[in-house]
C-alpha cells in the first residue's frame, strides 16, 4: 500500500504557566489509500493534538512543533500557512466531534458547503450548488435540495454530522481526519454515521484518520490502530493484532475495561487503577507504570517503541515484558485484562485514583 | 439508615401514569406541547436500581427530574414512601428533598467553581437541618467515596473528571438519602474512570442500602448497576424487565435494535454480526406519530402497529413490552400474557395474539 501520510517522529509542546506541557511525543504513523486508521487512547492521550497539527491548527507562539508529516511531497510540520490553506479542506479535510459548534449557525447548509467548494475550485455559484446537493443526498440526507436551504440548528445531531462529511467531502480530500465524530450522537445514530463513513472509504479510497477512545468503534471499522497514552504511542498494529494479541498493559486495561455485552456479567467491572498522568509533569520511565500492575525495576526507564522479531511484522509494542510473558500476563478470567489487584510488592489501593 | 422496608410497605418511589407536556410555540404563533413523559408508570424499590435507558429526546431525563420533584409533572402522581409528593410546595418539599437527591451529567458544570469542597459538600448538611456542617463528616465522606479528607480545602478545578464525579457523589450522600437519581453519571468520563465510578457505586449502594435511578443512553453501562431496566421512546416505557433478561431476550423490536446498536470491542464478531441498525430518524415528540410510536422505524410494522397503541404486556417472569408482535415468546407465554396496570390509557385494549417475528427476520427486512 502506497502511504498517503507518512508521520515520523512528531512532536508537540506547549509553553503554559505552570511548564512545558509536552502534548505529543516522538509520534510516527503512516496512513494508506482507502485505509482507516484508528487513534485510541483516553482524554489527554495526545490524540487530538496529533490531529489538529496535521492540519497547522495548533500553530501558536506557545506551541513547538518539531518532526514531520509528508502529504506526498509536502511537509505539513514545515508548510508555510499560504501552502496550507490549499490543503486543508482540499487534500485533507476534518470532521469535529461537535457539529454544532462546527457549523456556523447563521449561515444555509447548503452555502457553506458552496463557499469551501469555491474556495478551492474555480466553479460558478449554480454547479457548487449542484455539487453540494448531490453530496448531501450522497451521505444520506433525504430531499436534498430542499435541505440544503435549511440551517444547522433544523436539523438533528446525526444530521448534522452527515453535512460536516458532505462538507468535508466536496472538494474529494485524500484524506479525512474524524475526531471523535460519533461521541456526540446516540448509540443508534452512531451506527448510521460508522456504515457511512465504511462505504465512503470504499467508494472514494479516501484514506481515513479516526480518532476516538471507544474501542467498539474501532473494533467495527479500522484497518489499524495506534493506541496513544500520555502523549506517547504504546502500542500499533493492525486491528487483529490489537484486539487477539495485544502487547501493551494499557491496552489490555483499555480491553478489559470495556463494558461487554457479548459477555456474563461480571461481579465487579475491571478498571485501570490511578487516573492519567498529567502531562506537565509525566512519569519518568515508562509513562504506564505507575497505574501498571506488572511493573518491575526495569520500568524506571522508558522502553523504545520496537517490534518483537521478524514474524511480528507492523506489530510495534512500548513493554519492557518479554512476548511470551506478556501473553501469559494479560489473560485475567479467561479474557484479556489487567488484574484488579496490584501483585505483591506494589503498595497502592486497587480501584482508586491517586490525589491530584 | 433506614431500615430496608418488607413488601407490605410498598415500593419507596411509585410513579403513576405520569405525564410531562412542555408548552412551545411553533413556527406561525401556534401553540403546541412537547410529549417528553406520555403516561409512565414506574416504581422504584427499596435497595433497587432502575436502569433507564433510550435516545436522547427519549424523556428519560424529563421522568427522573419528575420523581424528585425538581419539575412538577403535568399529569399523575410521584409517591414517595407512600406520601403522595406530586403537587406539594417548596416549603413542604423540604423534608422530602433530603431523601433524594440527584447527581448530575456533567461532574464540571454542576459544581460550583468558586466553592471549596468542603463547602460544596457541607452545604447540603446545613441546610438539611444538621446544623453547622461539621468538618468530621465531610471527611468521612470523602473517605467513602476514595477521595481523602484533606481534599475538602481544594476547588473543583483541582480534580479530574472522574474525581469530581466522586465529589457530586459525596454531596448527594451528606444528607442520608434513600434514593439518588444518577443522570449519565459516567457518560462524560473515559472508559477506565467509568469503571471506577461504577464501582464505587455499586459498593455504597450495598453499603448504604440506598435506591437508584440510574440514566443512561447506553445499554451496556446500565447492565452493570440495573436490577430492572426501562427502555423509553418517545416518552413512553416500550419495555420494563429484570436486567438480565433484557438482554438475553428482548421482547420490543426496539430494544433490540439498540442492543445490536451497541459497538462490540471485538473485531471478528462485530463485523461478522448481522447490522440491525435503526433506520431513520427519532419523530418530533410536539406531534407523536399516532398507534404505536415506533411504528415509523420498525421493520415488523403493521397496519395494526400504526392504528393502536400496544398495552404494557406482563409475560410469564415479569417481562413487560409493548407491543403487538412481540420477539422472544413462545405461544404459551402469550397465552398466560396480562395487561399490565401501568399501561398507557390511551392503550388498545387487545394484548398480542402471536409471536412476531423472529430476531432474524427482522434483520433481513430491516437490511432491505
Known amino acids: 500500500m502506497t502511504a498517503l501520510l507518512e508521520v515520523e517522529h512528531l512532536r508537540v509542546s506547549f509553553r503554559t504557566e505552570e511548564g512545558v506541557l509536552q502534548a505529543v511525543d516522538d509520534v510516527s504513523f ?109 451521505v444520506g ?29 466536496s472538494c474529494s480530500p485524500e484524506i479525512l481526519i474524524a475526531d471523535e465524530p460519533t461521541t456526540a450522537l446516540d448509540v443508534t445514530t452512531q451506527a448510521q454515521i460508522l456504515a457511512e463513513i465504511k462505504t465512503l472509504r470504499e467508494q472514494t479510497g479516501v484514506g481515513v484518520l479516526l480518532i476516538t477512545h471507544d474501542l467498539g468503534v474501532i473494533a467495527e471499522v479500522a484497518d489499524r490502530v495506534v493506541v496513544m497514552y500520555a502523549g506517547r ?17 494499557y491496552t489490555w486495561g483499555l480491553l478489559g475495561s470495556a463494558p461487554r455485552l457479548d459477555k456474563p456479567r461480571p461481579e ?50 512500548r513493554c519492557w515484558l518479554g512476548l511470551g510473558t506478556a501473553r501469559e500476563r494479560r489473560v485475567v478470567g479467561g479474557t484479556i485484562g489487567l488484574p484488579v489487584r496490584a501483585p505483591a510488592g506494589a503498595s497502592r489501593r486497587p480501584g482508586d485514583e491517586t490525589a491530584p | 439508615m433506614t431500615a430496608p422496608a418488607g413488601d407490605a410497605v410498598g415500593p419507596l418511589l411509585e410513579l403513576d401514569h405520569l405525564r410531562m407536556l412542555f408548552p412551545v410555540r411553533e413556527a406561525g404563533g401556534k401553540r403546541a406541547h412537547v410529549h417528553a413523559v406520555d403516561d409512565v408508570s414506574v416504581a422504584v424499590g427499596e435497595g433497587e436500581t432502575l436502569g433507564l435507558v433510550g435516545e436522547s429526546g427519549c424523556g428519560k431525563t424529563t421522568l427522573a427530574r419528575c420523581a424528585v420533584r425538581l419539575l412538577k409533572p403535568t399529569a399523575g402522581t410521584v409517591r414517595f414512601g407512600g406520601h403522595d409528593i406530586t403537587s406539594l410546595g417548596p416549603r413542604s418539599l423540604r423534608p422530602y428533598r433530603a431523601q433524594m437527591q440527584i447527581v448530575f451529567q456533567d461532574p464540571q458544570g454542576s459544581l460550583n467553581p468558586r466553592k471549596r469542597v468542603g463547602q460544596i459538600i457541607g452545604a447540603g448538611l446545613r441546610l438539611a437541618g444538621g446544623g453547622r456542617g461539621d468538618d468530621g463528616r465531610v471527611g468521612r465522606l470523602l473517605n467513602q467515596v476514595g477521595l481523602a479528607p484533606e481534599h475538602a480545602n481544594r476547588f473543583p478545578h483541582e480534580f479530574s473528571g472522574g474525581q469530581r464525579q466522586r465529589i457530586g457523589v459525596a454531596r448527594a450522600l451528606a444528607v442520608n438519602p434513600r434514593l439518588i437519581v444518577l443522570d449519565e453519571p459516567v457518560s462524560a468520563l473515559d472508559v477506565s474512570i467509568q469503571a471506577q465510578v461504577i464501582n464505587l457505586l455499586d459498593d ?18 446500565v447492565r452493570h448497576v440495573s436490577d430492572r431496566i426501562a427502555v423509553m421512546y418517545l416518552g413512553k416505557v416500550v419495555e420494563l424487565s429484570p436486567a438480565e433478561e433484557l438482554y438475553n431476550r428482548p421482547v420490543h423490536p426496539y430494544t433490540l435494535s439498540l442492543l445490536a446498536a451497541i459497538p462490540v470491542p471485538d473485531p471478528r464478531l462485530s463485523r461478522s454480526r448481522a447490522r440491525h441498525a435503526v433506520r431513520g430518524e427519532l419523530p418530533s415528540p410536539i406531534d407523536p406519530p399516532g398507534g404505536c410510536r415506533y411504528h415509523t422505524r420498525c421493520p415488523a410494522a403493521t397496519d395494526l402497529c400504526r392504528q393502536v397503541e400496544p398495552p404494557l404486556t406482563v409475560y410469564p417472569g415479569g417481562h413487560q413490552a409493548a407491543c403487538h408482535h412481540p420477539l422472544n ?21 387487545d394484548l398480542p395474539a402471536a409471536p412476531g417475528p423472529s430476531a432474524s427476520d427482522l434483520r433481513e427486512s430491516a437490511a432491505r
Open chain 1, 268 to 317: 465487579r467491572l475491571p478498571t485501570i487503577p490511578g487516573s492519567p498522568p498529567s502531562l506537565l509533569h509525566p512519569p519518568l520511565g515508562c509513562r504506564f507504570a505507575p497505574r501498571c500492575a506488572w511493573r518491575f525495576e526495569a520500568c524506571s526507564s522508558e522502553p523504545d517503541l520496537k517490534s518483537d522479531g521478524p514474524e511480528a511484522g507492523d506489530h510495534l509494542g
Open chain 2, 204 to 221: 455504597l449502594q450495598e453499603e448504604l442500602g440506598l435506591s437508584y435511578i440510574f440514566v443512561a443512553h447506553d445499554l451496556s453501562v
Open chain 2, 329 to 349: 415468546v413462545s405461544s404459551a407465554d402469550i397465552a398466560a400474557a396480562v395487561r399490565s396496570p401501568a399501561s398507557s390509557r390511551s392503550a388498545g385494549p
Open chain 1, 30 to 138: 503512516s496512513l494508506g489509500r482507502g485505509e482507516l486508521l484508528g487513534i485510541v487512547g483516553e482524554s489527554g492521550s495526545g490524540k487530538s493534538v496529533t490531529a489538529m497539527t496535521l492540519l497547522g491548527l495548533t500553530r501558536g507562539p506557545n506551541a513547538n512543533i518539531s518532526g514531520r508529516a509528508l502529504l506526498g511531497d509536502l511537509d505539513l510540520v514545515a508548510a508555510s500557512e499560504h501552502r496550507l490553506e490549499h490543503v486543508r479542506g482540499r487534500r485533507v479535510a476534518m470532521v469535529f466531534q461537535d457539529p454544532m459548534t462546527a457549523l456556523n449557525p447563521v449561515q444555509r447548509v447548503g452555502d457553506q458547503i458552496v463557499e469551501q467548494v469555491r474556495a478551492h475550485e474555480p466553479v460558478g455559484r449554480r454547479e457548487a450548488m449542484d455539487r453540494a446537493v448531490a453530496l448531501l443526498d450522497r
Open chain 1, 141 to 169: 440526507i433525504p430531499r436534498a435540495r430542499q435541505r440544503a436551504r435549511s440551517y444547522p440548528h433544523e436539523f438533528s445531531g446525526g444530521m448534522r454530522q452527515r453535512v460536516m462529511i458532505a462538507m468535508a467531502l
Open chain 1, 233 to 249: 504511542v504504546v502500542e500499533q498494529g493492525s486491528v487483529e493484532e490489537i484486539f487477539y494479541d495485544p502487547r501493551h498493559p
